[in-house]
């Protein structure tokens, strides 16, 4: 198991930028693929960004692509989501995800390990 640690959120301006961070603690970081996923209110939880283990392989959701970059320190065991362009409609609470292979995943359903989540509000 592994522990995942999600920080960075707040309250910015459409247009705006902030970068979230995930910290993991726990089975060894660079053997596993890890996620960014949303959960509006009301709405299901959505894939975001994913990244492969050594980084080299990323996928994006086509309403963040282009400016949403998803990056990850396996030295630091942390994952990077930064996130440029911002618009009201990406106000969601922004979750971390690991995934116990080393590939890519794109639903909840195929990520093991979960952070507590950090909220992103986008005021217009």
Do not use: H
């Not at 999600?6 to 596993?32: D, I, K, P």
């Not at 400016?67 to 630091?76: G, L, T, V, W, Y």
């Amino acid at each position: 198991q592994v522990q995942l640690v999600e920080s960075g959120g707040g309250l910015v301006q459409a247009g705006g930028s902030l970068r979230l961070s995930c910290a993991a603690s726990g089975r060894t970081f660079s053997n596993y693929a890890m996620g960014w996923f949303r959960q509006a209110p009301g709405m299901e939880r959505e894939f975001v960004a994913a990244i492969n283990w050594r980084g080299v392989r990323l996928a994006y959701a086509d309403s963040v692509k282009g400016r949403f970059s998803i990056s990850r320190d396996n030295a630091k065991k942390t994952v990077y989501l930064q996130m440029n362009s911002l618009k009201p409609e990406d106000t969601a609470v922004y979750y971390c995800a690991a995934r116990y292979v080393s590939d890519l995943g794109y639903v909840p359903d195929e990520y093991d390990d979960w952070g507590q989540g950090t909220q992103v509000t986008v005021s217009s």
